[in-house]
């Protein structure tokens, strides 16, 4: 049996709001950084749990996830006895390979509509999707919109004041047809330091390596998404050197596809103002653009290693990838094996040895 669960009085009316959300509804919870929201979903969960068969949890906080590694949208199913939600049993993972939504948005929202597609599957009495604190600005505004349009909630509830959320509750609220409440924070709910939620990361992310070995993907068998190797046909390895030779470059590997050549640089950067020589080698390869890539820049990617189904083995770190000798060595824990992973995702963060960040990885750039 659980133990009582004590919910602040102003959090109160969304619990019962909950109660009487249609059979099947979403909640989409809506606010910024520290008002609550995960709290308020780990009391609502359990408060649900005891009440109802089935409530599902989705979590689509990619930079402090609960249920799921850091970088994935996670959804699993409630319990009455859960303190945390890092406690529930994930259903499903979906890598979305960031810890900022700005720099995803496209996979954040495809990764909560897989999740509340795995919920409704489950038949799910309730399923209460909790967010990140990303509010403010028209990037916030065209992501929180677009998510709220794959969820299609019944309800939204929004935390904190109406000057504060106000115009995105209802932005959100006109674009879906759902119904909103606002919820004021409670006085107790604190201010996590900047510091705390990446020690928090650092450490799932660390968890979600745990066990890991290193392991040698053949890159012919396996779909690469997020990077531009991979999308062409390697160029003979004649024609490398030839066109090493003409952009005074030391290039290891090419590939063309479809009018866009792309030649890679074993490490370091391209030597400045190669372009002015580029003419003869668009001209040989009847390239409309030409571009010049390092593999060493796909180094400590991190990863999301898939089955041939989309499903999601484990989320890895790229240790380096040699198209030469048709490798892509990734450090993974199970389940992945060479012979379940058939898709990689890449991520848009580089991770250290240690899980911690090393770097964003700008568009284009791999
Ligand atoms: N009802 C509460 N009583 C005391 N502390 C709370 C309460 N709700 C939240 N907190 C604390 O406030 C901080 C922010 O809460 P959190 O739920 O993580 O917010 P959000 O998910 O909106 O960012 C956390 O440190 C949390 O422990
Ligand atoms: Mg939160």
Redesign the pocket.
Known sequence: MADAVTV?DEWLPGIDALRKAPEGAAIFLL?G????????TTHAARILAAEFERVAVVDC?IGQSEIGPPGTVGVARARADAERLTDLKPAGIYFVGAFSPAQVALETVTATAEAIARARVAKANRILV?TS?FVSGPAARRLKVAKAQVVAPSLILG?GAQAEIGGLLSAVSNATGAKTLRLET?A?????LTALRTTRRLTRLARALENGREIDLPLREVSLVGATLGAGEPLPPELIRWSAKVLRMPLAYGESADGLLTLFLRDGVPRRDWEVDAEPVSAHFKAKSVRVLSLGSYVGAYLGLHDTRGQLLSVARCIGLDPVRDVLTVFAPPPATPERVRLVSFGRVRLNEDGSQHSDIRPGEI
């Open positions: 602040p606010g950084v520290d008002r609550g929201k995960t709290t308020f906080d909790d604190g935390f409670p107790a709910v604190g201010r996590k």
